[in-house]
């Protein structure tokens, strides 16, 4: 397992954490030397431009996917540069430093890295990944994080967050959602599943959802707006 807090500024080279370790190009390990910041991102991409084609070509296919426009990774005087096509089947291409790519799409593409890599971790933690990207790119990066998780991929992640914004993304996937309270007499984590709490008061219209059954399981979905309801009531804080 490797937990990371990936931020732009480190993943695109502008900062650098004062514990970072050299690279040893002679036995990459891509998910230990990304680093838990991201700050040798921009180094691995480099590396496996020019050294190692295999996991370069798992990682067009895996970005492709959700950006069409992609066509690849240059290197000019060292740096690396985004291929993109500006208008379908012209060849007009616009190259992009680090910096011009979005938040999103940066640590989008730093999570499809480490599943491109030839040995890709079974579970990623990623503390608060809303931190420092705006609402628009928290969108773009559940995208990617569907689509490394998706049918046929071995990765599994964890993803903590207090933002309410990136919760509502999975207001019809609430099996996937844990709340985590510490209760103060005894110091102990209670975690409750959201899908599981919720499942009696929606059958009991008690809250605004619907029921569905898959695979023998009871899964509930609610609107967006209930679940913000449900968080500013106080109900999720308190499951």
Known sequence: MYSYNLHPHFLNGLLKPLNEKEIDYANVNIARDLGQEGANFQAL????????????????????????????LVIKDE????????????????????????DGFTKGCALVLLCASKNPPALIMIDEVENSISLENVRELLSWLHHASGKGQKMQFILTTHSLNFLRRFSDDLEAVYN???????????????????????????????????????????PHYQMTDLFYSGVLLNL
């Open 180 to 222: 985590v309270s510490l209760v103060s007499r005894n110091y102990n984590s209670l975690i409750t599943n959201l899908n599981e709490a919720l499942l009696t008061d929606v059958k009991m219209d008690r809250v605004n959802g619907d029921i569905r059954k898959q695979d023998g399981k009871e899964l509930v979905k609610i």
């Open 45 to 72: 991409l480099k590396y496996i431009v020019e050294q190692d084609q295999e996991t370069y070509k798992r990682l067009l296919e895996f970005l492709t996917l959700v950006v069409p426009a992609f066509q690849g």
């Open 79 to 102: 740096q690396v540069f985004w291929q993109l096509e500006i208008t379908k089947n012209t060849g007009n291409f616009q190259y992009l430093p680090p910096t011009a790519i979005s």
